[in-house]
């Protein structure tokens, strides 16, 4: 496996991970007929006219059969987490952690120490992977996602170099 900085022609697969991974990891918390009939649409327009700019940092990890997930971290001006998906075949394999690892690295190089994101309250699979990496939960908000209240957890990193030791 390798991890990469994303190319624009990555976002196509992008999008095909992201919604994939929503179908799975969020039934139950959004609705059924958003993930069966939208999601797909939703998810390539925004990775269509999604600006990736300089200082923000999107990594795809992939093998030569294609990519196998990304981390999308927005840096503007602090690291916001908002995305890391991981395509089903390869879940629980340590992809997800070697994305998120790799992003915290590229963070501390662009002169981050810090991190967060915003995971669904009810994903406590989610939550547990991000406290054995090191975050801790700092509050909670009710999040809009395309048209949908959901619950949700902030959860910060305050040493990003700190990523994953012990684990």
Known sequence: MRIRPASRQDLVEIALIHSASWKEAYAGILPADYLSDQVDQDLREHWEQQKIQ???????????????????????PNAFIDNLHV???????????????????????LGHSTAYLWV????????????????????SAIKEIYGHAVPSVR????????MGVGV
């Open 54 to 76: 300089p200082g923000d940092v999107v990594l795809v990890a992939e093998t030569g059969d294609g990519l196998l997930g990304f981390v999308a971290v927005w840096c503007r």
């Open 120 to 139: 669904f309250e009810s994903n406590a699979d989610a939550i547990r992977f991000y406290e054995r990496l090191g975050a801790v939960r700092v509050g």
């Open 87 to 109: 395509s089903q075949s390869v879940r629980s394999r340590g992809v997800g952690t070697e994305l998120l690892r790799a992003a915290a690295d590229r963070l501390i190089e």
């Open 155 to 162: 959860m910060d990193w305050t040493d990003l170099g700190a």
